[in-house]
T-cell receptor
Framework: NAGVMQNPRHLVRRRGQEARLRCSPVKGHSHVYWYRQLPEEGLKFMVYLQKENIIDESGMPKERFSAEFPKEGPSILRIQQVVRGDSAAYFC???????????FGSGTRLTVV | AQSVAQPEDQVNVAEGNPLTVKCTYSVSGNPYLFWYVQYPNRGLQFLLKYITGDNLVKGSYGFEAEFNKSQTSFHLKKPSALVSDSALYFCAVRDTNAGKSTFGDGTTLTVKP
């Protein structure tokens, strides 16, 4: 019974490149959430998705960031033209459609050089 | 709007002593409250939740939390701390059955032998 799988665990990108972060939720979980954790800071909400729908993207920067959760396959968080300030740990979480806590992945640590 | 405050950045206790990690919240409706623990370089792990019912909620690893509606608090407690409890603890709240959770900034718990 696999938990939330995120890959890659570590990602290094040069400024201006694209970063693609993948998240496979727990089997049967239809809700996916992305959070960002900056060094020495808490978790900041980015986006909440259900299959093929973005439900709440109020935490997503207006430019360069996008997310999807297709009918088939993992959820993808995409950052275009990365800058040094994008360096952070990005966590994906999933939950069933009920009042449950989240199951978190181990995160992707993005470093922009 | 929903928010969480964890007033203590750091809590230090001696092994075997009781511990409390504080959390207060603000939501517009009925709160759904959660505690998570994060070990270094790992994702968050769900500890316990309050949705409705008994104000004292029991969770994993011997932790419990007390919901106090009048004080809008949800403090995490454990009767006897272990060195292995040392970690970063996050309180979270949401005001709906499903949807984004807002996390506090975290409290670092250090349990000394």
């Amino acid at each position: 019974n696999a938990g939330v799988m995120q890959n890659p665990r570590h990602l290094v990108r040069r400024r201006g490149q694209e970063a693609r972060l993948r998240c496979s939720p727990v089997k049967g979980h239809s809700h996916v959430y992305w959070y960002r954790q900056l060094p020495e800071e808490g978790l900041k909400f980015m986006v909440y998705l259900q299959k093929e729908n973005i439900i709440d993207e109020s935490g997503m920067p207006k430019e360069r960031f996008s997310a999807e959760f297709p009918k088939e396959g993992p959820s993808i968080l995409r950052i275009q033209q990365v800058v040094r300030g994008d360096s952070a740990a990005y966590f994906c979480a999933s939950s069933p459609p009920a009042a449950h806590g989240y199951t978190f992945g181990s995160g992707t640590r993005l470093t922009v050089v | 709007a929903q928010s969480v405050a964890q007033p203590e950045d750091q809590v230090n206790v001696a092994e075997g002593n009781p511990l409390t990690v504080k959390c207060t919240y603000s939501v517009s409706g009925n709160p759904y409250l959660f505690w998570y623990v994060q070990y270094p370089n790992r994702g968050l792990q769900f500890l316990l939740k309050y949705i409705t019912g008994d104000n004292l909620v029991k969770g994993s690893y011997g932790f419990e939390a007390e919901f106090n509606k009048s004080q809008t608090s949800f403090h995490l407690k454990k009767p006897s701390a272990l060195v292995s409890d040392s970690a970063l603890y996050f309180c979270a709240v949401r005001d709906t059955n499903a949807g984004k959770s807002t996390f506090g900034d975290g409290t670092t718990l250090t349990v000394k032998p």
